[in-house]
Structure formats: C-alpha cells, structure tokens
C-alpha cells in the first residue's frame, strides 16, 4: 500500500457500509456505493479501559454449595 493512499480518522467518525463492508468516515452515505445503511463502528469497537471495566461489575458474595 502506497503512503499517498493511506487515510487516519477516529474511530467515532468510522462507519462500515453494510451494503459493500467499505469503511468511511461520512455518517449520511457510503463513500464507494452512496448506500446510506451504515453502522458506527466506534460502539462495536471502542475498548474501556481495565479501569473502566471493573467498576462497571458490582460484585456479589459467593455462595457456597
């Protein structure tokens, strides 16, 4: 791949087109087939920190069998 061809943008500007799996950084259109069923990938992606995940978790006594 070409550096000239390479492109960077955030993960909350990335959609995968559904219609043809491109990934462009357009909420309205696809950029190779102008399809307008998009997904955001940065709430399938973004990763919490380890921090983030365990208060996330309340944690429960165990109970013995």
């Known amino acids: 791949m070409k550096h000239a061809t390479m492109q960077h943008f955030p993960l909350d500007h990335a959609y995968l087109c559904q219609d043809c799996n491109c990934v ?22 973004d990763r919490e920190s ?6 996330s978790y309340f944690r429960l ?5």
């Open 50 to 55: 380890e921090d983030d995940l365990q208060s």
């Open 24 to 45: 462009g950084n357009c909420a309205k259109q696809c950029p190779a087939c102008a399809s307008a069923v998009l997904m955001g990938l940065a709430g399938v992606l």
């Open 61 to 65: 006594n165990a109970i013995a069998a």
